[in-house]
């Protein structure tokens, strides 16, 4: 089955950028998309099909997707930007959806 | 405005069955490009996909619980309902419905419901 490698935490300083990875075999041939899940919250759409965001999203976020990998940047990064991060694609081999193992992002 | 809530038992014994259901609001569940998916997450974890339902009734199961698993839609009621056999502790997990925008043929989860917190203990 297809899997999606994404780092446990990632920390950045208050309006830095920061970078959230997500890793599988040939990625960049598959769609991304990206969640943010706040504590005791159900996950919001970020970005689709690789580097678009839906409306309303912060054009802070951005996303990318090349090869085996593919990045969430946050640009200026602040406190409310704390949250689980989740990749996800549509393996059309096993026609299952895989969600990456999240990233937690801290704010410093 | 499109909105999802989950309705089901809190608390479940080992070996029954699960029976969780979804109510939309805001859409139809006839759309064609519309579907709706169920994910779970157990405490602390991460997000698992399950299964999920188009307009033309197209089914998909997760590979690895698809023998305990159904899913079907009343559109009249716009509800989608999961049925999950011989729940197990492990199974322990907050359960959400999510709405399918398919985008040029891409699943996209663009609105999700609150979830429901369902544990499995004797």
């Known amino acids: 089955s297809y899997e999606l490698t994404q780092p446990l935490s990632v920390s950045v300083a208050l309006g830095q950028t920061a970078r959230i990875t997500c890793g599988g075999n040939?990625?960049?041939?598959?769609?991304v998309h990206w969640y943010q899940q706040k504590p005791g919250q159900a996950p919001v759409l970020v970005i689709y099909?690789?580097?678009n965001r839906p409306s309303g999203i912060p054009e802070r976020f951005s996303g990318s997707n090349s090869g085996n990998t593919a990045t969430l940047t946050i640009s200026r990064a602040q406190a409310g930007d704390e949250a689980d991060y989740y990749c996800?694609?549509?393996?059309?081999?096993?026609?299952?959806?895989?969600f990456g193992g999240g990233t937690k992002l801290t704010v410093l | 405005q499109v909105t999802l809530k989950e309705s089901g038992p809190v608390l479940v014994k080992p070996t029954e069955t699960l029976t969780l259901t979804c109510t939309v609001s805001g859409f139809s569940l006839s759309n064609a490009r519309m579907g709706v998916s169920w994910i779970r997450q157990p405490p602390g974890k991460a997000l698992e996909w399950l299964a999920h339902i188009f307009s033309n009734d197209e089914k998909s199961y997760s590979t690895s619980l698809k023998s305990r698993l159904t899913i079907s839609k009343d559109t009249s009621k716009s509800q989608v309902v999961l049925t999950m056999t011989n729940m197990d502790p492990v199974d322990t997990a907050t359960y959400y419905c999510?709405?399918?925008?398919?985008?040029?043929?891409?699943?996209?989860?663009?609105?999700w419901g609150q979830g429901t917190l369902v544990t499995v203990s004797s």
């Open positions: 999510a709405r399918i925008d398919m985008v040029q043929g891409v699943i996209i989860y663009d609105y």
């Open positions: 099909r690789d580097s």
């Open positions: 040939n990625i960049g041939s598959k769609n």
């Open positions: 996800q694609v549509w393996d059309s081999s096993t026609a299952d959806v895989v």
